[in-house]
Every structure is written in C-alpha cells, then in structure tokens.
C-alpha cells in the first residue's frame, strides 16, 4: 500500500495514500467530537471527513471544540 507524507499539527505523518480525515483522527487516538479541523486554510465540516482521503503535502490543523458561547 502507497504511502503519503501529512503534516497535523506541525507532526509529520506517513499514512496510507486513501486515508481518510476521520481515519487519521482515530488512529492518532483523537475523540472525533473534540475538535474542529482545517485542511490547508479551509474548514472541513465534520460530515464530510469519513469521505475526504487526504493528499500527499496536505497541513491539517486540529482546534480544541469548546462549548457555549
């Protein structure tokens, strides 16, 4: 299986060439419900990660989700 090279977070990670957002999350042991994620500059909505494979030099940042107001 291919391999692409991701930044998350600033750490660089080798991941399966298919993987999905919501695959690197659980792998990476990373409560879905707890974060908001940015894939380059964008916002990806939570509904679509299970369907968005990720790209070889993609950047995904990952934000704490706090609740209320």
Do not use: H
């Amino acid at each position: 299986m291919s391999k692409i090279q991701i930044t998350v977070n600033g750490q660089l990670l080798s991941v399966a060439y298919d993987s999905s957002l919501q695959q690197i999350l659980l792998d990476q042991q990373i409560a879905l419900d707890s974060v908001a994620l940015l894939r380059g500059n964008r916002v990806v909505p939570k509904s679509q990660w299970s369907f968005t494979t990720c790209e070889d030099g993609d950047v995904i940042e990952l934000f704490g989700v706090v609740a209320g107001g």
